[in-house]
């Protein structure tokens, strides 16, 4: 129990090393030791005991590891072995990549790298520490920003009935891979933001991934006297609306003042996802106040290196903050910068008129990003779908929103009995090379043999890991002496296991599998045929639906009769996910289609040759084809009558399919057809779906992209910018003037394939120059309804014909591919010389 006596006076102590391991504080503090084994070894080699109860921590193990075992260690030449081959890695690693003039700044709300740092909850946090670990890996210059939780994700514990309990354990940032920054003079830095209960002091943190850096912010600080700003960074996805519009303030704002107070200078922002999209206001009073500039110059100039990446599928997904609530905190900001709280408001609204409408977080980040995208191909076509009313006249297909599929980081999921099998049958270089398809050709020439020990090695390891953790949990719910020693005699290492973990949301259906529990224990306690199934994940907090779905799993698991086939793994993290994706033989996965907007626990389960069986959703829907696995339904929009339909297909592909394939051994004693669909598998999945590939499209389509656009725009004090702004405002005071006086093409109604169309368009230009605008003709088939499909866009070009000086004559010639009813229409926009994927929300077109 803590006792409050004030002030308190502080001092660090370090632990003491022998001379001969000095490094082994720095080594611990770079985390390439948590996907690089051979650097990892060190501290496990040192007490594996110590290694495994401090949550694979390595400086708090230090902190804790008798003197007398660093001794003996510093003494024993078969550890100096293993230290200096870790130090040699790491410098390898560190070496430096020639110097570059690009720095990307990436934002997010929580980031997944250690289990023992539980500053994530789910998906999007395991997904940014992917993202890190990728750019350090592929030498791309990047400093990320997040939050520094005090009290972290909640920790999920059940009750005898299953419901699901949380609690909050503090995190003691002094034994963790984490450190304050400081200055020159040795200083810890700290910058400030204001609140409506006044300055708020944010101390800045950094975790070093490889060769980048994580700064982290924490307002649990002394300077914060009032408790209420001490708590901003408590929890993540903590608190009402006031706790998160404040520790996004903290994010976005805070983010880019410590940037600039530790002498950073960025081209590129990057915000992934909405929650830090405050960081394009911050930048826009920056620029005003230091290029003189107006909002809307400071804008342009901004919106030219910013990313987005929006992961929510769903309207019910984004942050939304009232015009009162906004108003409070961003009065002062407004009054000390000189923006008109209404142009803050318009940023991040549909409409600027409609003063009902909250401000969004998402339209915030659209419309102050010129590079934006889903994180697959499916989601991109939701996403366009979802925000279509903010380029109203664009087709969905054409809304200037990309997709960049999510990967996983191959290094850090991977098996290690995987790994050690590709040391034998891959080229050499295969983990420098592991992007590249011709890499995984040779996975053809892996023994079959070998490879179903590996499997079955993996499940072993898992069964164990399992009922250790299944004792833990009984034990701690105070179950009785007989039920506990039941947990030693749960799972069967040689039974077929399907795997499910993943969020509580009720759109990923988690109960779908329970729709017929009768159909379910035939398929589960088949004599011949063994199955059983691991469950894991939390439910939000505030998610009542999640925690009864949560419940209905786990009362199912103390039905004596299928007890041991069906157990639920409490507190979903990092560790359990990594046992699960290796150790399962089946991912099993059923979100609503559409709802899902990638979704990666598939993705490091294939990566370790474990098959899906999936909704065609998110990452899935790109994969399937070439996967080995399996589908659940159709490329179809989801309705409420498939979740039967969906149900009964997984059990007809498990009892028909999927469990006899596995089961039907040849002499060999291994399941022959099951081991070509996990080669074919690793083959075509693995060089797909990490993050390095990841990383390479981000920096080759937006990171580089943006990098050249901040350069151009920052000439001159921004003159670009300025440039820029009064053009846009000629073409607006012009633009309800503009219109089309005649539209037609060179041919009748009748024209043969090969034959070139000519397209034309006259239009009044009300005083602009033919350069101003882009006219350009969209052509497609006409469907049964009368609208285009497949269409195409054609763009027109100037032609000085002479016969009108308000008129201009624009065409272009086309030539038909394909025989049946065609039609176009024509448009004209303004010329923005930018790619069409940067266009602005609220452009101007007009069709004819």
Aim: aromatic letters at 10%.
């Amino acid at each position: 129990m803590a006792f409050q006596i004030q002030p308190v006076k502080e001092f660090l102590v370090h632990p003491e090393l022998p001379p001969s391991l000095s490094r082994l504080t720095e080594l611990a503090y770079n985390l390439i030791w948590s996907w690089e084994h051979n650097i990892r070894a060190v501290f496990r080699r040192l007490d594996p005991v110590l290694w495994k109860s401090s949550g694979h921590n390595p400086v708090l193990m230090l902190g804790h590891i008798p003197q007398a075992a660093l001794e003996k260690a510093a003494k024993d030449p078969r550890y100096l072995a293993v230290y200096r081959r870790a130090c040699e890695l790491h410098d390898a690693y560190m070496a430096p990549m020639g110097k570059k003039d690009k720095l990307v700044a990436y934002f997010s709300m929580e980031y997944g790298l250690l289990e023992c740092m539980p500053i994530y909850s789910g998906g999007l946090g395991i997904l940014s520490g992917d993202h890190l670990k990728a750019a350090s890996d592929a030498g791309i210059p990047l400093t990320a920003v997040g939050l520094l939780y005090q009290r972290g994700y909640m920790r999920q514990r059940l009750t005898q009935d299953g419901w699901q309990m949380e609690s909050h354990p503090e995190n003691d940032f002094y034994t963790l891979p984490v450190a304050p920054c400081v200055n020159a003079h040795g200083e810890d830095v700290v910058v400030s933001v204001h609140l409506p209960s006044g300055e708020v002091f944010v101390k800045v943190w950094q975790m070093i991934i490889g060769r980048v850096r994580l700064l982290l912010l924490d307002t649990n600080v002394p300077e914060n006297t009032n408790e209420a700003n001490r708590s901003i960074t408590d929890e993540l996805y903590g608190g009402d609306n006031h706790k998160r519009i404040q520790q996004e303030i903290v994010l976005g704002i805070g983010g880019i003042r410590a940037l600039r107070k530790l002498g950073m200078e960025p081209t590129v922002y990057h915000m992934n996802e909405g929650h830090s999209a405050f960081l394009a206001l911050e930048r826009i009073r920056n620029l005003m106040e230091e290029q003189k500039l107006s909002f809307a110059e400071a804008l342009e100039a901004a919106r030219r290196n910013n990313v987005f990446t929006t992961h929510t599928p769903v309207p019910a997904g984004i942050d939304l903050f009232d015009t009162g609530l906004m108003h409070q905190y961003f009065r002062s900001y407004c009054e000390e910068s000189g923006i008109a709280f209404d142009q803050i408001m318009a940023l991040g609204k549909h409409s600027a008129s409609d003063h009902g409408e909250p401000f969004s977080m998402a339209i915030s980040a659209l419309a102050s990003s010129s590079y934006r995208n889903g994180v697959s191909e499916l989601h991109r076509r939701v996403s366009q779908s979802m925000w279509s009313a903010l380029w109203k006249e664009l087709p969905a297909w054409e809304i200037p929103i990309s997709h960049v599929t999510n990967g996983v980081h191959l290094m850090t999921w991977l098996n290690g009995d995987l790994a050690t099998i590709y040391d034998q049958y891959l080229t050499p270089d295969w983990r420098e090379r592991h992007a590249d398809p011709r890499t995984w050709d040779l996975v053809k020439e892996i023994p079959a043999v070998e490879l179903w020990e590996a499997r079955r090695h993996r499940k072993r390891l898992l069964v164990q890991f399992a009922r250790e953790r299944l004792f833990a949990q009984g034990a701690a719910r105070k179950a009785s002496s007989a039920e506990l020693k039941k947990t030693h005699e749960l799972l069967d290492p040689d039974a077929f296991t399907i795997g499910f973990a993943r969020r509580f949301a009720t759109y990923k259906r988690a109960t779908l599998l329970f729709r017929d529990v009768d159909r379910l224990k035939k398929i589960l306690l088949n004599p011949k045929m063994p199955v059983q199934i691991l469950f894991a994940g939390k439910a939000h907090p505030r998610d009542h639906g999640g925690k009864v779905l949560i419940r209905e799993i786990f009362q199912l698991t103390r039905e004596p009769e299928v007890a041991k086939r069906i157990v639920f793994l409490e507190n979903y993290g990092i560790d359990v996910a990594r046992e699960m994706v290796h150790g399962v033989d089946l991912w099993l996965n059923n979100p609503r289609r559409g709802e899902e907007a990638c979704g990666t626990s598939g993705m490091k389960a294939a990566l370790n040759g474990v098959l899906n069986l999936s909704i065609l959703d998110g990452w899935f829907d790109e994969a399937y084809e070439t996967s080995g696995s399996w589908a659940i339904g159709d490329r179809e929009e989801y309705s409420e009558d498939q979740d039967e339909v969906h149900a009964s297909t997984i059990y007809s592909l498990l009892e028909n399919e999927i469990v006899p394939l596995y089961y039907d051994r040849k002499e060999e004693g291994y399941p022959e057809e099951w081991i070509r669909r996990m080669k074919q598998c690793l083959t075509n999945m693995t060089p797909r779906f990490n993050s390095t590939r990841m990383v390479e499209e981000y920096d080759a389509e937006m990171y580089e992209l943006a990098h050249k656009g901040w350069a151009e725009v920052r000439q001159n004090q921004c003159e670009p910018a300025r440039r820029k702004v009064r053009w846009d405002g000629e073409i607006r005071a012009a633009w309800d003037r503009v219109r089309f006086v005649e539209v037609s093409t060179n041919s009748d109604a009748h024209v043969l394939t090969g034959q070139a169309v000519t397209l034309r368009a006259v239009l009044d230009l009300a005083g602009l120059r033919p350069a101003d605008v882009k006219v350009e003709a969209v052509v497609g088939r006409v469907g049964a309804g009368g609208y285009l499909e497949e269409m195409q866009v054609i763009a027109l070009t100037p032609v000085a014909d002479g016969s009108s000086p308000s008129a201009q004559l624009f065409a272009a010639q086309f030539i038909p591919a394909k025989t049946g009813r065609l039609g176009y229409a024509m448009r004209v926009s303004p010329n923005h010389y930018e790619d069409p994927l940067s266009r602005p929300v609220h452009s101007l077109l007009r069709w004819s």
